[in-house]
């Protein structure tokens, strides 16, 4: 069992940056996966960025690829996603996810969910 609790979302301004964190309990953290989803208001929940295992891959979703950056800290059973250059579009609840799988982009592949945390930025 893996529980998420994801923190660091507020309001910014477009162009500037956010970074989120994403807190897990557990001693297993460091043999999941770790992935960022986020949902926009009136939208599907889509995927922004993972992260495997050891932290050695990354992939990411074309819209943030070049301004998120997608890390992680098994020692603190912490995984972040540092944010730039931020957009309107950006706006959305984040969400981090965890599942045993290796650089996963659907939802349906992940096992734990955090709450989510909300990030606005206006123009």
């Known amino acids: 069992q893996v529980q998420l609790v994801e923190s660091g979302g507020g309001l910014v301004q477009a162009g500037g940056s956010l970074r989120l964190s994403c807190a897990a309990s557990?001693?297993?953290?460091?043999?999941?996966?770790m992935g960022w989803f986020r949902q926009a208001p009136g939208k599907e929940r889509e995927f922004v960025a993972t992260?495997?295992?050891?932290?050695?891959?990354?992939y990411y979703a074309d819209s943030v690829k070049g301004r998120f950056t997608i890390s992680r800290d098994n020692a603190k059973n912490t995984v972040y996603l540092e944010m730039n250059s931020l957009k309107p579009e950006d706006t959305a609840v984040y969400y981090c996810a965890a599942g045993r799988v290796f650089l996963a982009t659907t939802g349906g592949s992940y096992d734990y969910w955090g709450p989510g945390t909300q990030d606005t930025v206006s123009s």
């Open positions: 557990g001693r297993t953290f460091s043999r999941y996966a």
């Open positions: 992260i495997e295992a050891s932290g050695s891959s990354t």
